[in-house]
Nanobody, 127 residues
């Protein structure tokens, strides 16, 4: 069973950048497809980005496409989310999630398909 710990959140002005990290332990990181999700106050958790086990495939929510980049380093057991040109609408708690998957190139944008979740890190974008 994998444990996930996010870091890198904080307060940033609109137009700024942040890089989130998600450190995995207790499992074989390369056997998990990974995703980033976020939840703003009063809203449901929503998909942000996902990446396959071998990092060949990735996909993004339309709202972040062209601004956010998901990546992973399997040697370091770490998932990343580079967030550029941040907007106040990006304010949320960001969660990383892991899904054990035999496919090396598949991703999923559905939260219910992920088995393991981190505790979240707060991102606040001021206008």
């Amino acid at each position: 069973q994998v444990q996930l710990v996010e870091s890198g959140g904080g307060l940033v002005q609109a137009g700024g950048s942040l890089r989130l990290s998600c450190a995995a332990s207790g499992g074989t990181f390369s056997t998990y497809a990974m995703g980033w999700f976020r939840q703003a106050p009063g809203k449901e958790r929503e998909f942000v980005a996902a990446i396959s086990r071998n990092a060949i495939s990735s996909n993004y929510a339309d709202s972040v496409k062209g601004r956010f980049t998901i990546s992973r380093d399997n040697a370091k057991n770490t998932l990343y989310l580079q967030m550029n040109t941040l907007k106040p609408g990006d304010t949320a708690v960001y969660y990383c999630a892991a899904k054990p998957w035999s496919s090396t190139s598949s991703t999923s944008s559905e939260p219910k398909r992920y088995d393991y979740w981190g505790q979240g890190t707060q991102v606040t974008v001021s206008s």
